[in-house]
């Protein structure tokens, strides 16, 4: 990754800070703003930075200052474009999607109306994820991802924050585009959260692919078949395989002739076993290929299994 992009990125992510904390996040060192992966602000604590060695404190000149509830109601004001009221049924689901493909995740006191959460109010906590596109990643990886002139039904599996989205959005765009000796396939996008395209006003924030459809803020088992009516894709893409709905659409789909791309948190194959859902996924064999994300000595790894 391009150490240019890779600063531009956090530039990006840092100007949805508080304005004091902002200018806090502009004093370190070029070699941590290439590396950092989320800011983290927290009520009556001081702010951090992730990076993959573990938090560290935003800026030592700010360390005694702590984060208030108003900084975080700033940042809300900041993503929302100041209409946090249309934005309800995404905050209710404890994140928003930022202008350039960044998500912030939000907790604190849940409202509730007729059995279910439709808002958050006093805020405690919010992390704003530095997400960044890896243009090229995926390329070792994808001749194992065919077979017979076919692309397999593919599952990435990685414990959270391992980077099964860059992944998946680099092997979308490599399909859609096509490459040497892989001819360019229409994928379909379920992008629930907003993550994979980051779409703003109808256009992708980020790359995948010339040949990609995508719908977006629609649960990913209503998104699939609506994809599948609208958009005739060869290979549907879906992030995060959490619950049984998503496993049935997934399978029906799978049974109309399509190609699936999907994540979900996992340590690896072996680790599905022990979890009903995915048992079950892996007993229904949709998923000709597996790709497991390990981290060894602070490189990631990637591994394609059958």
């Given at each position: 990754?391009?150490?240019?992009y ?11 800070l508080?304005?004091?904390?902002r ?16 800011f ?9 930075l992730?990076?993959?060695?573990g ?6 000149d700010?360390?005694?200052q702590?984060v208030?509830q ?8 900041t ?6 009221y249309?934005a309800c049924d995404?905050?209710?689901q404890?994140?928003?999607?930022a202008?350039?493909?960044f998500r912030?995740?939000?907790?604190g ?7 279910r ?12 994820r ?37 992944l ?6 490599l399909?859609?585009d096509g ?15 907003g ?28 998104a ?9 894709p060869?290979?549907l ?15 029906a789909?799978?049974?109309c ?16 076993q022990e979890?009903?859902?995915?048992k079950?996924?892996?007993?229904r064999?949709v998923f000709?290929?597996v ?5 060894e000595?602070?490189?990631?790894k ?5």
């Open positions: 990754m391009n150490d240019v890779a600063i531009a990125r956090y530039e990006q992510a840092a100007s949805l508080p304005v004091r904390w200018q806090a996040a502009r004093y370190i060192s070029e070699e941590k703003k290439q590396t950092a992966e989320e983290r602000l927290r009520t009556g604590k001081t702010m951090t992730l990076l993959p060695e938090e560290i404190p935003l800026n030592e700010f360390a005694r702590t208030t108003s900084d975080i109601e700033q940042l809300c004001d993503v929302t474009e100041y209409s946090r249309t995404m905050l209710s404890g994140f928003l999607s202008r350039g493909g912030i995740g939000f907790c006191t849940a409202v509730f109306r007729d059995g959460n439709t808002n958050l109010k006093d805020f405690s906590s919010a992390v704003i530095i997400g960044r596109e890896k243009r090229g990643l995926a390329i070792p990886l994808l001749p194992q991802l065919w077979e017979e002139g076919s692309f397999c039904s593919t599952l990435i599996l990685s414990p959270p924050g391992q980077g099964k989205t860059t998946l959005r680099d092997l979308i765009r399909l859609s490459t040497e000796g892989f001819p360019a396939r229409r994928v379909g996008v379920a992008d629930e959260r993550e994979i395209a980051a779409m703003y006003e109808g256009v992708a924030q980020l790359d995948v692919g010339n040949h990609t459809d995508i719908l977006e803020g629609c649960p990913k088992a209503l699939m078949p609506m994809l599948l009516r609208s958009a005739n060869q290979i893409a879906v992030d995060e395989i959490t619950v049984a709905e998503d496993l049935e659409a997934i399978s789909a799978a049974n002739g399509v190609s699936l791309l999907a994540t979900a948190h996992a340590n690896g194959k072996e680790d599905l979890k009903p859902l995915f079950e996924l892996l007993s064999n000709k290929r790709i497991s994300i390990t981290t000595a602070g490189q990631r990637y591994r394609v299994s059958k």
